[in-house]
């Protein structure tokens, strides 16, 4: 019903940047929250950076002060900015959403994104 598409990754120096997009289907504002997961071929999918409803923003201590999430309602998409880069934030990238009860609770994701990033 509601799809997420992922744009933005690729190979970047470390200390370099990218910045993720994911695009909705709908209206972000049907979502209570959305977020990035990251998994890299070693390790289980870990959440990476969150927005909730009202604007409140949740990192990982591994990327805190690097990433960035936001929100841009009229565009329906939420950003991921990732700042001073480093050889173990290379994974694949997930967009994710979660339909607000009223809208139905269902969870969605995005297909991934991949972050390389060389030493």
């Known amino acids: 019903q509601v799809q997420l598409v992922e744009s933005g990754g690729g190979l970047v120096q470390a200390g370099g940047s990218l910045r993720l997009s994911c695009a909705a289907s709908r209206s972000i504002f049907r979502f209570d929250a959305m977020g990035w997961y990251r998994q890299a071929p070693e390790n289980q999918r870990e959440l990476v950076a969150a927005?909730?409803?009202?604007?409140?923003?949740n990192y990982a201590d591994s990327v805190k002060d690097r990433f960035t999430i936001t929100a841009d309602n009229a565009k329906n998409t939420v950003y991921l900015q990732m700042n001073s880069l480093k050889p173990e934030d290379t994974a694949v990238y997930y967009c994710?959403?979660?339909?607000?009860?009223?809208?139905?609770?269902?969870?969605?994701w995005g297909q991934g994104a991949q972050v390389t990033v060389s030493s």
């Open positions: 994710n959403a979660q339909d607000a009860v009223a809208f139905g609770g269902r969870e969605h």
């Open positions: 927005i909730i409803r009202g604007g409140r923003a």
